[in-house]
């Protein structure tokens, strides 16, 4: 028998300004890995993740060039709630 032990998960709550496009990734071994895409249409989104560190890259709507993206970097924490602003 072998026991694997799973930290307890905390929420990162995502806030946006703008409806918009962006995405979420998880930072494993200096490489960036897809998690999810946003919902365009919400403002605010809250999610359930393992521990770690993350990265959301956002850009609004109605910006017309990739050099309006966000990218915000953020720490999950075991059962923390992690608020993330993604303004410009």
């Known amino acids: 028998t072998t026991t694997v ?17 962006g995405s979420l990734y998880v930072e494993r071994d200096n490489e960036l890995v897809w998690l999810y895409n946003f919902r365009p249409n919400e403002l605010q989104e809250s999610m359930i993740l393992q521990p770690g560190d993350y990265r959301v890259v956002f850009r609004a709507k109605y910006a017309d060039r990739a050099a309006y993206s966000i990218e915000k970097r953020f720490r999950v924490t075991s059962g923390k709630t992690t608020n993330v602003k993604i303004y410009q």
């Open 5 to 21: 032990e799973i930290p307890v998960p905390g929420i990162a709550v995502i806030q946006k300004k703008a409806q918009g496009f």
